[in-house]
């Protein structure tokens, strides 16, 4: 059972424009939520966190978006870039403070 | 500042056989948690040490244990090798302290069992 779910695998943008990448969880204790970024061969780079006390977080062209009614957040590339190429993962942190839940990812694809 | 480093990068093993992965936290960290990583999904839980003491533990066999170490260094050994144990496992440390903090994640090494 998915606890947090990204629904589309994949996304392809034009560079400039703006990336949305979506993730749904089911578990309304978690209340801290993180966005990694994965290229190939390289472990997850940390990008953006989320506390549940929040409904928006930005650092640079990244902006995390929470809406706890609906078990939803989102994170927005703007503008998005060739280098944003990349598997992103949305990950909530469990109950117990300790281990964290990922999403299967999105492949987002930025073309030049 | 150091980040997380994982050896090796890559492994081939038996099925049936041990393996021994390590790893090396970013300097600050006393927390380790280790991750598997299957093919097209995203990273699962395996167990969290703080205090060279397993402190947490996903839905993973007894045959995968580990150590932190004082240095909070830290080993990931899996015995008994199945077939479907073939995945990328990463290690991340943080920062145990008053709120929360993002796992700092490895290269990860890269296992396959035949």
């Known amino acids: 059972d998915q606890q947090v779910k990204q629904n589309s695998p994949s996304l392809s943008v034009q560079e400039g424009r703006i990336s949305i990448l979506n993730c749904d969880y089911t578990n309304s204790m978690f209340d801290y939520f993180l966005w990694y970024k994965k290229y190939p061969a390289e472990g997850p780079t940390f990008l953006i966190s989320i506390s549940s006390i929040k409904d928006k977080n930005e650092d640079g062209r990244f902006t995390v978006f929470l809406n706890k009614s609906a078990k939803h957040l989102s994170l927005h590339i703007v503008p998005s870039q060739p280098g944003d190429s990349a598997v992103y993962f949305c990950a909530a942190l469990d109950n117990y403070g300790q281990n964290f839940v990922f999403g299967p990812g999105t492949r987002l694809s930025v073309l030049p | 500042e150091t980040g997380v480093t994982q050896s090796p990068t890559h492994l081939i093993k038996t099925r049936g056989q041990q393996v021994t992965l390590r790893c090396s936290s970013q300097?600050?960290?006393?927390?380790v948690s280790w991750y598997q990583q299957a093919l097209g999904q995203g990273p699962q839980f395996i167990f969290q040490y703080y205090r060279e003491e397993e402190n947490g533990r996903g839905n993973f066999p007894p045959r995968f244990s580990g150590l932190q170490f004082p240095n909070y260094s830290s080993e990931l050994n899996v015995n008994a090798l199945e077939l479907d144990d073939s995945a990328l496992y990463l290690c991340a440390s943080s920062l145990r302290s008053e709120g929360n903090s993002p796992l700092h994640f490895g290269n990860g090494t890269r296992l396959t069992v035949t």
């Open positions: 300097s600050g960290h006393n927390t």
